[in-house]
């Protein structure tokens, strides 16, 4: 997967990194950018916590191991380990979704309207903290020294060009994105045809966003560990000395850092986001003028509005504002669906899906009952380059607690 297509979806391991190194870098010029505050998953997207990031200023510098592509995939239901291919990386490398061959056909518009008329009978709930629990893979390698050396000058530049413009919100997601390619390229200098093996990190994450401003944000992870897609590169990493590829962190972090949406939604926050519009013209419009001033040039707004649906499906939008997102969505061409399908929890759901430009394609599963959204990955030439399971999510009024079903 390109970088590009990585940038725009803005995956919650790299937004994990950003956060430990944003807590290390606490400056008021740059806290001042991050003025909001951001609500659960996405993430990766919730796909996880996406904020805005310097992207090159990560944890990830001192520990040495780090995510090659910058996707988050899910791995098995927590307790199980993700199955390995024999001989290469299928569809679903850790358990991934897939259609049965004899599923029944769905239109996709029909059922998207059938979910929003679902989504508008759900009650509206609150409480103290949105709680999300998902099972995510992301991928590791660990690189040579030589490639760290080039990072932390890219860091250098991309830290001064900061300080020196005084860049704020839409300035930073420019300047993140001049440095992503930079870091691109200094990729390819060292691994030209990628990384000698694949691996990755399999883990569970509970997060807990505060309603209220200021108050306590926590994430909590567990059952963490390292999988190789198949023998080979299994031999391979062993060959290549077994590098450590399981950095070291904490089981949980808490923190009042403020957060928005995602990058590519600043000006929604954990406040803010139970206002959104209830209608589709008004929704769509809020949507349509966000993206309208995003930088990245190459930017489509049906893979914009797809990541944001990801966003809001698992954030504390009220039933009105689902169902006028589900009603956009059913508005877009290309959105095709391969009929009923099973996550990688086993739960039974509609696969929905969209491709890019370049050939990725972006799915969602949604339960037909509920119309909640169970699990979304990026799939590209047959294999999973970003998966994330959506477990459980809901108001809790109790940090650290879980939602009463």
Do not use: C
Not at 15 to 27: I, K, T, V
Not at 84 to 102: F, K, L, Q
Request: glycine letters at 8%; aromatic letters at 8%.
């Amino acid at each position: 997967m390109t970088d590009r297509m990585f940038a725009r979806l803005r995956p919650g391991k790299l937004d994990e990194l950003a956060e430990e190194s944003y807590r290390r870098r606490r400056r008021e010029d740059l806290a001042r950018t991050f003025s909001s505050t951001r609500n659960p998953t996405p993430t990766w997207r919730a796909f996880m916590a996406r904020r805005p990031m310097f992207l090159l200023a990560t944890g990830a510098v001192a520990a040495g191991a780090v995510v090659v592509s910058t996707g988050v995939l899910s791995g098995s239901p927590a307790g199980r380990t993700p199955p390995v291919a024999a001989e290469s990386t299928p569809r679903g490398t850790t358990g991934g979704t897939g259609a049965s061959p004899a599923a029944t056909r769905i239109d996709a518009r029909s059922f998207l309207l059938a979910a929003a008329d679902t989504a508008l009978r759900e009650p509206a709930t609150s409480g103290h903290y949105w709680y999300v629990r998902q099972r995510t893979t992301h991928p590791t390698f660990r690189w040579p020294e030589k490639f760290w050396t080039g990072v932390r000058e890219l860091q250098r530049q991309e830290q001064a060009e900061v300080d020196r413009t005084g860049a704020k919100d839409d300035e930073l997601v420019a300047i993140n994105e001049k440095y992503n390619k930079k870091l691109a390229l200094l990729r390819e200098s060292i691994y030209p045809d990628g990384p000698p093996y694949k691996a990755y990190v399999v883990q569970s994450e509970e997060r807990w966003r505060p309603k209220r401003a200021g108050g306590t944000h926590r994430v909590k992870s567990e059952d963490r560990e390292v999988v190789f897609p198949t023998p080979q590169d299994e031999a391979t990493w062993k060959k290549e000395g077994a590098p450590k590829l399981l950095e070291d962190k904490p089981k949980s972090v808490d923190d009042d850092l403020p957060r928005p949406l995602s990058i590519s939604n600043m000006d929604i926050t954990m406040q803010n986001v139970g206002a959104l519009p209830g209608s589709k013209k008004a929704l769509a419009g809020r949507l349509r003028a966000r993206f309208a001033k995003l930088p990245d040039p190459h930017k489509e707004f049906d893979l914009y509005l797809w990541q944001t649906a990801v966003d809001l499906m698992t954030a504390p939008t009220t039933p009105g504002t689902r169902a006028a997102l589900f009603q956009v969505l059913a508005d877009q061409p290309g959105i095709t669906s391969s009929g009923e399908t099973e996550d990688t929890a086993g739960r039974e759901g509609v696969s929905l899906a969209v491709k890019s430009g370049d050939g990725a394609e972006f799915q969602l599963v949604i339960n037909e009952d509920t119309a909640e959204l169970l699990e979304y990955a990026v799939v590209e030439k047959g294999e999973d380059t970003a998966r994330v399971t959506f477990e459980e999510f809901g108001w809790t009024d109790k940090l650290g607690r879980r939602p009463h079903r």
